[in-house]
């Protein structure tokens, strides 16, 4: 229903029209109408799941993107990666809209904060027209000065930077073993490294003997040639076949990896035996010589990528930048350059790798880009801009939103953060509930009027009078404390950091500020190191998910930054480590909530108990759409083919065979309780709370979902469709239902991601019940609701890149509220009683 806009209510802007929405029906929106005021900064609120994205991604933008690909050419269409027609009756007065979604930081190395603004081109631009050259040098083409083109990049390194080098040390970790019981680490284990042995053997050489006992001739083939002889190997077993063996020496071997293997955790296990260091050809710059012979203003631009956006904008100001060419660009980078410094990144260096960016950082880099652009008359429609932002850090982004609505433009934001709400100029409130129980507008109109609603539960955090707020509590005191020593990596120097056992940790600090790498990076690992000291530190934070064949697939990381800790305290008290991360829990539609808990287990075997299902002899496998036998051979249970279409754009459309079931016929003839199992794949968790209530062990994660929230979502909804957010509280849901082992360690990184407050409390509700159980859960958040309840507060700062990186305040809510010099403080306070 559309409210009237109360009359009490201060007065909106003026508008010059309306958005108006009829019979939106995408995902859950119930027929919805609505109008949505153009030019003012409009914010979708309500509980997590209740259509607000729906309304404003899935309907409102999406019908934008629409008709702007209606007005490309067939052809051009064809290339370009194109959304979905939306479910509604009629949009009238739309603008051409943008989107600026929430997405992780690109795992890529050669991905940096220029490339990303694009600033980098500019500067390349720069160098090439207005650069200082040497005397007889001849002019370079812009590409010249990338390290990520054929024409730029160093002949060593590739544009890296890094060069990756083996010696005897690296390759052979204890010289005091034979061949035989493994002195060559760098080799692979299991059957390739006894056919590496065997080979060696062929050609004469002793691996019995110990390493440091064998001639260093013998040592240094094996170890360092390039030579790769075949030899004929007899295997020693009971039918032996003979085979041709092919000899890699240990630096093939590891070179050869890192160049070619495809998978992230193999790479990440061969750096162990590599010394990586900046490349000395180009000084770790990844240029050529001939670029980094190039100066403007006195810097070469391997200099200018590395200072900090602040000491960028005056290294600009010289006699370099009174030449025509070096006017007219540096005028363009210094206005783009401001809107970055205005919202706070003057700490970042273009040449800042993406992969060390926070979330909250890589949102303003896209929005500072997107400001810049000169964009007249259309609508962004943002995904919680103030997604990954300390409060401090919120402020100049209200002020960024408010440019783009002064420069004659729409803005529409999804958003949970009531600071932010509060300073729209009009409030959608969709609800009352998630899923099923929403997909209704509450209210439409001037913010202050949500007052009147009484059936929005947004309403009882955006008032101050009416926030409810966890329940008081005594404060837990440590059973112990972690400690870890002169910890370095990226921004952390040097560091000592203390973290309480036994208790909920918050750990705070301003967007960059070093939190994230202190806790979800080296404290994860080191602590992993320490109860799986064989492992490597990407493996040895445990998994939560099934252990069955319906998992979903492992989500690949980059190898880790190089970490010092010196030293590690207290960590004998942790039996176990479990990392719940914001990453994918799978990444194609085959992985889904039901899989990935272990539940859909428990649902197959259920239908593989049924008269029909035994009569047929149907095991629990055959309900598996993963494997033959069960599944529509048609999509290969998939549920839908790729179409292509001559000089039309591809598209999906649902299996013509299984109509997107993702089973043949005689599977889904089986029922249990009148439904098939596509029907339950279909139910959303709180529907199949009722519908399995008399399946224990589908039950126990069914309650655990909603527990945390999740109620809404689908048991079959497909990994690719899930927010990070939503991936998380997956993983923790799958961790709660598990029996409890010993004392177990929680990292989570800003766990309320994604979260309205009403679903914030209820996470603080199961973070305190592992708490109880005699774990210890330590966060990364902004949310503050969630540091005041805390038992533990640990401030990093005082501000973002080489400013941060120490800890500011440590202590109680209350201790860390009152300290004179923490940004976290005064908003902290706000929320303490």
């Not at 390739?192 to 003997?209: C, W």
């Not at 039918?239 to 093939?252: D, I, L, T």
Request: proline share 7%.
């Amino acid at each position: 229903m559309q409210h009237t806009p109360d009359p009490a209510a201060p007065s909106v802007p003026p508008t010059d029209g309306f958005v108006r929405v009829r019979g939106a029906r995408e995902n859950n929106l119930r027929n919805v109408d609505v109008d949505v005021p153009r030019d003012s900064i409009v914010a979708f609120t309500g509980v997590s799941g209740s259509g607000k994205s729906s309304l404003a991604f899935g309907t409102i933008f999406a019908e934008a993107q629409r008709r702007f690909f209606e007005s490309v050419a067939p052809y051009a269409r064809r290339l370009i990666q194109q959304g979905h027609t939306p479910h509604v009756d009629e949009i009238t007065g739309l603008p051409p809209a943008v989107a600026l979604q929430q997405r992780r930081g690109t795992p890529s190395s050669r991905s940096s904060v220029g490339t990303v603004t694009t600033l980098s081109n500019s500067v390349r631009m720069l160098y090439s027209r207005a650069g200082m050259y040497p005397s007889g040098a001849t002019r370079l083409e812009s590409d010249s000065f990338s390290p990520n083109t054929a024409m730029g990049a160093c002949p060593a390194c590739q544009g890296l930077g890094t060069a990756h080098t083996v010696t005897e040390a690296s390759l052979v970790l204890d010289p005091s073993l034979s061949i035989r019981e493994g002195a060559v680490a760098a080799w692979p284990g299991a059957w390739q490294g006894k056919n590496l042995r065997d080979i060696l053997t062929a050609l004469g050489h002793d691996v019995d003997v110990a390493w440091n006992e064998l001639p260093r001739a013998d040592r240094d083939w094996i170890l360092f040639t390039d030579e790769q002889p075949v030899v004929d190997i007899m295997p020693e077993r009971e039918r032996p076949r003979p085979y041709k063996g092919k000899f890699w020496s240990a630096q093939s071997y590891v070179m050869h990896t890192l160049a070619d293997s495809k998978s992230a955790s193999v790479r990440g296990r061969v750096l162990k035996y590599v010394e990586s260091g900046p490349c000395l050809l180009c000084g770790g710059s990844g240029l050529r010589a001939e670029a980094l012979a190039v100066t403007f203003n006195g810097r070469t631009i391997a200099k200018l990528n590395s200072l900090p956006l602040t000491a960028l904008r005056h290294a600009l100001d010289g006699p370099g930048a009174t030449s025509p060419a070096g006017s007219t660009i540096t005028v363009d980078l210094l206005r783009r350059l401001d809107v970055l410094l205005d919202l706070g990144l003057g700490y970042l260096s273009l040449g800042r790798a993406t992969p060390t960016l926070s979330p909250g950082e890589m949102q303003r880099l896209r929005i500072a880009t997107q400001l810049r652009s000169g964009l007249f008359g259309v609508i962004y429609v943002l995904d919680e801009p103030s997604a990954g932002l300390h409060p401090a850090d919120a402020e100049p982004l209200l002020a960024v939103l408010e440019e783009l609505k002064a420069s004659g433009n729409s803005v529409f934001v999804v958003e949970h953060n009531m600071d932010v709400v509060r300073r729209a100029d009009w409030v959608i409130d969709v609800g009352p509930r998630a899923g099923e129980g929403g997909g209704e507008v509450l209210y439409s109109g001037p913010t202050a009027g949500l007052a009147t609603v009484p059936g929005s539960i947004t309403r009882e955090f955006l008032f101050a009078n009416e926030r409810p707020v966890p329940a008081a509590r005594e404060l837990r005191q440590p059973l112990g404390w972690l400690g870890l020593t002169g910890v370095s990596r990226h921004n952390l120097r040097g560091l000592d950091a203390e973290f309480p056992l036994g208790v909920l940790t918050a750990v705070t600090g301003v967007s960059g500020s070093g939190k994230s790498t202190l806790v979800s990076q080296v404290l994860a690992e080191a602590v992993g190191l320490q109860l799986h000291p064989d492992q490597d530190p990407g493996a040895s934070t445990e998994s939560t998910g099934s252990a069955t064949g319906e998992t979903s697939e492992e989500t690949e990381t980059e190898p880790s930054e190089i970490t010092t800790v010196d030293r590690i305290t207290g960590a004998d008290a942790i039996d176990r480590l479990v990392r719940v991360d914001q990453k994918p829990i799978g990444r194609t539609p085959r992985s889904n909530l039901a899989t990935y808990t272990g539940l859909f287990d428990a649902v197959r075997s259920t239908f593989a108990t049924t008269t029909a299902a035994r009569n047929r002899k149907f095991g629990a496998s055959r309900f598996s759409f993963n494997v033959a036998g069960g599944r529509c051979e048609t999509c290969l249970g998939e549920g839908f083919v790729a179409v292509g279409l001559l000089f039309l754009p591809g598209s999906y459309a649902p299996c013509a065979d299984c109509g997107g079931s993702r089973y043949n016929p005689a599977t889904l003839e089986v029922t249990y309780r009148d439904k098939n199992i596509a029907e339950v794949l279909g139910l959303t968790v709180d529907a199949a709370a009722l519908f399995l209530a008399d399946v224990p062990s589908a039950l126990r994660s069914l309650e655990t979902l909603r527990e945390v929230g999740l109620g809404y979502l689908r048991l079959g909804q497909p990994a690719t469709e899930l927010s990070g957010g939503e991936a998380q509280r997956i993983k923790l849901a799958t961790e709660l239902q598990r029996a409890r082992r010993g004392h177990t360690l929680y990292v989570l990184d800003e766990p309320t991601t994604g979260l309205h407050p009403a679903d914030v409390l209820l996470l603080l509700t199961q973070l305190n019940r592992l708490v109880d159980a005699g774990n210890t859960v330590i966060v990364v958040e902004h949310d503050m609701d969630v540091v005041a309840a805390a038992d533990w507060v640990i401030d990093i700062g005082p501000a973002g890149g080489d400013k941060g990186g120490r800890i500011v305040a440590a202590g109680t809510p209350p201790t860390v509220a009152a300290h004179p010099t923490s940004r976290t403080a005064p908003y902290l306070a706000l929320r303490i009683p």
